[in-house]
């Protein structure tokens, strides 16, 4: 079975890969099996991870793409045995004409242990600096939504179905509505606290705890009494 993550190149490469070789092909997987034909078995998000298809892939080999941070890391002491192939590369049917970088974020937020969410309801880029001051306080990561990224370019990358998932002890959302194609990129956080002015924002549903407030004036507020609570345990 080849693995592969759930990059955007991943996807790409995977399934130009799988239809060269008429490989079986499953996506965002979260879970698979060996059956008793020696078939995988795949279990693969879909409706915007609101549910599961379970796929029996029939190639052997079998390609599976696993969602990012799905499975836990474990030593199983095993060596791989690396073998280098030589390859022909055909040269390109294209010319190109220019490359220019993408700038890319300098952390991963798949690996922060807090995750400081911030969505359309943070009003002005300065006030960035409220988000990362709470951040700070639990050694954890500001992310966003689409739109702060794509519309406002305050973020290279962004959380959601479409941008990356995470599963932070903590997450903290501020000003985030709660759409369904963002929420799959923080629903496997142990904790979710959503921060809205708007009492009937849709992320309070998918909340452990919400506070309706004005998220300007709550985070400096909270800030403030974690550090004066910090202090007094120091």
Not at 20 to 42: E, H, K, P
Not at 49 to 71: D, E, L
Not at 104 to 114: F, G, K, L, Q
Request: one cysteine or more; a negative charge.
């Amino acid at each position: 079975m080849v693995l592969v993550g759930a990059t955007k190149p991943g996807l790409e490469i995977s399934a130009r890969v799988a239809a060269r070789l008429s490989m079986g092909c499953a996506s965002f997987c979260v879970d698979f099996d060996l059956d008793d034909d020696n078939f995988v078995t795949a279990q693969c998000m879909i409706y915007s991870g609101m549910g599961k298809n379970t796929y029996k892939i029939k190639t052997q080999p079998a390609m599976a793409i696993v969602s990012p941070a799905v499975f836990m890391a474990v030593e199983t002491g095993g060596v791989a045995e690396v073998t280098a192939v030589d390859v022909t590369i055909k040269a390109p049917a294209m010319t190109v004409l220019e490359y220019k970088e993408k700038a890319a974020a300098s952390v991963r937020w798949e690996d922060a242990p807090m995750i400081v969410d911030v969505g359309q309801g943070m009003s002005e880029k300065e006030n960035l600096a409220i988000a990362e001051e709470l951040a700070a306080l639990f050694e954890g990561q500001v992310a966003c939504t689409r739109p702060i990224s794509s519309e406002r370019d305050w973020f290279p990358e962004w959380l959601g179905l479409s941008g990356k998932k995470v599963h932070a002890d903590l997450c903290v959302t501020l000003g985030v509505s709660g759409s369904i194609q963002h929420v799959v990129g923080i629903r496997d956080s142990k904790t979710i606290v959503a921060v809205n002015s708007d009492e009937n924002a849709g992320i309070f549903s998918q909340a452990d705890y919400g506070v309706v407030a004005d998220l300007h004036e709550f985070v400096p507020a909270l800030v403030a009494a974690l550090k004066a609570r910090s202090a007094k345990l120091a």
